[in-house]
């Protein structure tokens, strides 16, 4: 019974990516990968499906968030290709179906805000901000209203939407709390309500630079690295961060891999191995190893990550130090003492190396306006549809 179960699930997961997260991607491809061939197109649309922290999620834990995510690529695309209310529509839709997607919001209400500021006059300014107000409120109320036909209902859904009560963080997160949890027992001497007042302050504020860069200079790549910057603060710094929430900072960082491969091909290596103790209890380590390999070595066909010594240095060493913790949480027997050691060395390891993401793509936002960034500049991908008074910013 349990295995027809299974099965149907699984099949329900493939619908789910077949209508609403492979077109994304194919369509993303299409329009944003410039001056390319189709082949080459088809390989990167590929290489982006092939995703392997999505896959194994969706696929072997048997969850939906190829939906909130191919949902969130669509409004990607809509903002994209100037249509703004069709985007603003699309990201209400994600976030009602997942409410995590609150990683992603900052920046598309900051892109969107700063396009709204650089209109001409006073009046375009208002009537752009007051079309996509109201296309967000009426998608909202929209989606919600069969939800608030009572009072007590509506407490129950934002029960549920913000389980406080879950605590600080969920099992072995790696995330900046958890890490810091290790030296210092938090939660032990600090207060719930004051541990969410830390976290939401301390959130807040790492989100600062990279809002405030993103509404001066609206351009979509800025938007596109801004992505990568909010989901990974929320997931460092928030409140009740489960381990699947790195998928959050995966899509930018998928959609980023033509423009930087090595440190989007080194990301997804990460984020896959941080989630190594829960694949194991649902028996995915050997597939994780498998579609690691897959990926990496599409990666290498397609987008050549490791041209450089220094990259090949970077990702070989990471690697080793992943495989060390791999084997031991596999195979050692950890001391009777701290039968946790491998899973918190995990966490710790991935947290290091999740900071060092955010310290650079904080660089590369903040780079993208200068003549020689580490990577590609802003004209490296056309705003296809930005205004005469964007591209003075750009």
């Not at 695309?77 to 209310?85: P, Q």
Request: hydrophobic share 50%; charged share 10%; proline share 5%.
């Amino acid at each position: 019974m349990l295995g027809c179960i299974d099965s149907v699930v699984c099949i329900l997961v493939l619908i789910a990516d077949v209508l609403i997260y492979f077109p994304a991607v194919c369509v993303f491809c299409k329009m944003f990968c410039l001056k390319t061939s189709s082949l080459y197109k088809a390989a990167v649309a590929l290489v982006m499906l092939l995703q392997p922290s999505l896959v194994l999620i969706d696929h072997g834990h048997f969850q939906y968030n190829c939906v909130s995510l191919g949902l969130t690529l669509w409004a990607i695309i809509g903002l994209g290709s100037g249509k703004d209310l069709l985007g603003s529509a699309a990201f209400v839709l994600a976030l009602s179906y997942k409410q995590m997607e609150l990683y992603h919001a900052t920046p598309f209400f900051f892109y969107l805000l700063g396009k709204c500021l650089h209109e001409e006059t006073i009046y375009r300014k208002l009537l752009k901000l007051s079309k996509i107000g109201c296309t967000v409120v009426g998608t909202f109320v929209l989606c919600w209203l069969p939800f608030l036909t009572t009072k007590e209902m509506a407490m129950q859904v934002c029960h549920r939407l913000f389980p406080f009560a879950r605590g600080l963080f969920e099992d072995k997160v790696a995330n900046f709390w958890f890490s810091a949890s290790l030296i210092f027992k938090m939660r032990d001497i600090i207060s719930q309500t004051r541990l969410i007042q830390l976290t939401v302050l301390t959130t807040l504020l790492m989100l600062l630079p990279s809002s405030w860069n993103l509404v001066r200079k609206p351009t979509f790549n800025r938007f596109l690295v801004a992505l990568v910057n909010s989901s990974l603060t929320f997931f460092l710094f928030s409140y009740q961060v489960h381990e699947k929430s790195i998928l959050l900072a995966a899509l930018p960082l998928t959609l980023l891999l033509v423009e930087c491969p090595f440190p989007g091909v080194w990301f997804h290596t990460v984020a896959t191995f941080s989630m190594s103790p829960l694949l194991q209890r649902d028996g995915l380590s050997l597939a994780s190893v498998a579609m690691l390999v897959i990926f990496v070595t599409a990666s290498l066909i397609v987008f050549n990550p490791l041209e450089t010594i220094w990259t090949k240095v970077m990702y070989t060493s990471s690697c080793m130090g992943m495989a060390v913790l791999q084997f031991g949480l596999n195979f050692l027997q950890p001391p009777s003492r701290y039968p946790d050691l491998f899973p918190v060395l995990i966490s710790a390891y991935c947290c290091l190396h999740f900071l060092v993401f955010l310290a650079y793509f904080h660089y590369v936002q903040f780079s993208l306006d200068k003549p020689s960034p580490m990577y590609w500049s802003d004209q490296t991908l056309e705003d296809q549809t930005t205004s005469d008074v964007d591209k003075k910013t750009i």
